[in-house]
């Protein structure tokens, strides 16, 4: 029979690190906790290779009594709450008296403190669990504790440890929370001898301004009720400020950031059908109750509460923004008129001219190669189920057999390039659309030519209607065409022929450009080079959260490196923590089409109708875009004569 015993506390100790100190990120949540409870003003951060060297906090706050040092690093030792029903009325961040002896059973931990009566400081240090002798030593009144080499003594967790940009990245963003839930408190963060965030004591907005940006804060509307004795405050941002991911929804309950399932749905609610699926509103938004009215109390690191009256809180977030937008101006407020949903719109606002470089793009891809500038003589329509009416247009002889994934492949780049510029000639000489002078100049040709036929006056295959649809007679009845979604799939699928085969196209830049990211995007980037370079994006690490991009997806010509970067990177942390190459891969594809596609609002010309419709025969699944909408839908002549009683 195995004999039973009691486990020595040291071991105690690293079972419980286990649960609350995953990372070097869970050691500065706790230990600025514990600043925080002290009643810091001030806490500087100082830590080295991504925490795993180092770890230094340091604060103004009440300190430790020299007789109490012993007692605050040893476990189950909190002077936050005496005794059970304390934990209903926890009103400080610590009270599981946990922290610093799972943070010492797992490192080197130096403790230091001087209470602010007090002539000396004095330091405890420990290693790896066994505690040296108090020292008397000097500093300054407060707390400072140094963690270093963390997990020296456990092997198997600093296997789990991810590059220094990865932890980085995590560390920041806990710090980032405990920064958002007390913007009256100065905090700085040092990494590596930089300065990476110095940020002075303000209000919330100035917070949010200073770690996410002034674009952000300024989109913010506020938002504020109080039902009983529940409260809540804070901003939410406007939906042209969506994500795509949640990571920006911090929610604050009694000054402590939690995780809340149902809080989330109730934001997504109010959201509802102010954002497209899959993108996620922005919030910074601070809960405050009686500490009796949940208990934190559930999970290690508390980031999960859970609520005596979970309905109300849900019903009192959701009805505040409901009432909130009823009364907003949320249209006035975003920086172009709508034409789209607002989440469409912010993804196209960015891409003014994508569309117009984008039809270039696509008649290199997909039609054959031209060195003379003409506009490429298009692919005919390769659908052959017989069922619309632009099977009437003439079909010019397929160049290359069936359908060919890569007649591009031709194209010298001196020859692209001869054609670019003629496009970009025309271009100059019309509307600044080389696609509409060339359209206008093919037009006046075949004009004067005396067989050019009945083809060059026919009427156009399909009427643009409120430059979003296209609707065109089928044999069977009718077909409206959503040209966004429709090009967009077009473009995927062209796209994601070239990724797998290896040949995308991709713009060098002479002088490499640098991003600044924020440290976990930085992070992304870098870990996802692969991915990346797939997608003709070249980048490397530059230190700290820039990242250097060498080249870029050609197809994103018209915008800028930088942007391209940041929206690739945000989606590959949409994936969440391990994300399969290729979904990740996919997804970017779907995000580089819909940037390229031709927007909803714009106007087509007949040639452009034209085109997108000759594509549509290249795409084997042209009946849905590439987010699963559909991309047509069909009336039959049945059914109208129904609808006007005819049968
Ligand atoms: P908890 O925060 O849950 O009480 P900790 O292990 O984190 O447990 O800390 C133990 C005790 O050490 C705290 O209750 C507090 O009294 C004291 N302490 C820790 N850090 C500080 C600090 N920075 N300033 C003042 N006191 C501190
Ligand atoms: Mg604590």
């Given at each position: 029979m195995p004999t039973i015993r009691q486990l020595p506390p040291s071991v105690v100790n690293k079972i419980a690190a286990g649960e609350v100190i995953e990372r070097p990120a869970s050691v500065v949540k706790e230990l600025v906790e514990n600043s925080l409870d002290a009643g810091s003003r001030r806490v500087d951060v100082t830590v080295e290779q991504g925490g795993t060297e180092l770890i230094r906090v340091v604060d103004d706050g009440c300190g430790v009594a020299p007789e109490q040092l012993e007692l605050a690093l040893?476990?189950?030792?909190?002077?936050?709450?005496?005794?059970?029903?304390d934990l209903f009325r926890v009103a400080t961040l610590g009270f599981r008296g946990e922290a610093l002896a799972s943070i010492a059973a797992v490192s080197r931990l130096t403790f230091r403190s001087r209470p602010v009566d007090a002539p000396l400081a004095t330091e405890l240090e420990v290693v790896g669990g066994a505690a040296e002798p108090l020292r008397p030593t000097g500093g300054p009144c407060g707390t400072t504790v140094e963690v270093r080499n963390l997990f020296f003594n456990t092997p198997v967790r600093q296997k789990f440890l991810r590059t220094t940009q990865t932890e980085m990245g995590h560390l920041t963003e806990a710090l980032t929370r405990l920064a958002l839930a007390h913007p009256h408190v100065h905090f700085t963060l040092n990494h590596g001898g930089r300065l990476i965030h110095d940020l002075p004591p303000g209000d919330a907005r100035q917070r949010i301004a200073a770690l996410l940006g002034q674009d952000l804060a300024d989109s913010l509307i506020s938002i504020e009720s109080a039902e009983d004795d529940i409260s809540l405050q804070g901003f939410v941002a406007n939906?042209?400020?969506?994500?795509?991911?949640?990571?920006?929804q911090y929610l604050f309950l009694n000054g402590r950031f939690i995780r809340d399932r149902s809080l989330q749905h109730a934001l997504g609610e109010a959201y509802r059908g102010l954002l497209l699926t899959g993108r996620f509103p922005v919030c910074f938004l601070h809960l405050q109750m009686p500490a009796a009215a949940v208990d934190v109390n559930v999970h290690p690191t508390k980031l999960e509460v859970r609520f005596q009256d979970g309905g109300r809180v849900y019903s009192q977030l959701l009805g505040t923004l409901r009432t909130k937008f009823l009364s907003t101006d949320l249209i006035a407020r975003a920086s172009n008129p709508p034409s789209g949903s607002a989440a469409d719109d912010e993804i196209m606002a960015s891409t003014p001219s994508a569309s117009q470089g984008l039809w270039d793009w696509a008649k290199r891809q997909l039609g054959p190669a031209t060195?003379?500038?003409?506009?490429p003589e298009f692919v005919p329509f390769?659908?052959?189920?017989?069922?619309?009416?632009?099977?009437?247009h003439r079909v010019a002889p397929l160049p290359f057999g069936g359908r060919s994934p890569a007649p591009h492949a031709s194209l010298s780049p001196l020859a692209a390039d001869e054609a670019n510029r003629n496009l970009a000639d025309d271009a100059a000489a019309s509307d600044g659309n080389p696609f509409r002078a060339e359209y206008a100049r093919s037009a006046t040709e075949r004009f004067d030519e005396p067989h050019a036929g009945i083809e060059s006056l026919r009427a156009p295959r399909a009427l643009q209607i409120h430059n979003r649809y296209l609707v065109a007679e089928t044999e069977e009845g009718l077909e409206v065409i959503d040209q966004h979604a429709l090009h967009e799939r077009i473009l995927y699928e062209a796209l994601r022929e070239r990724v797998l085969a290896g040949a995308v196209e991709s713009q060098r830049l002479l002088v490499p450009e640098p991003v600044d990211l924020a440290a976990s995007e930085a992070a992304a980037a870098v870990e996802n080079r692969e991915v990346l370079a797939k997608l003709g994006m070249e980048v490397e690490g530059f230190g700290g959260e820039t990242v250097l991009v060498s080249s870029y997806p050609a197809m994103l010509a018209n915008l800028a490196p930088a942007e391209v970067l940041r929206t690739l990177v945000e989606q590959i942390l949409a994936?969440?923590?391990?994300?399969d190459s290729r979904d990740v891969l996919d997804e970017l594809l779907h995000m580089i089409s819909c940037k390229a596609a031709v927007k909803y609002g714009d106007r087509l010309t007949p040639q452009e109708i034209e085109t997108l419709l000759e594509q549509?025969?290249?795409?084997?699944?042209?009946?849905?875009?590439?987010?699963?909408?559909?991309t047509a839908l069909i009336f039959t002549r049945e059914q109208l004569d129904r609808q006007f009683k005819r049968i």
């Open positions: 040893a476990s189950h030792a909190t002077s936050k709450i005496i005794d059970a029903d939906p042209t400020h969506s994500r795509p991911n949640n990571r920006l060195g003379d500038g003409q506009v390769a659908d052959r189920d017989q069922r619309s009416a632009l099977q009437l994936g969440g923590k391990t994300p549509r025969g290249l795409a084997q699944d042209h009946h849905h875009c590439p987010h699963g909408r559909p």
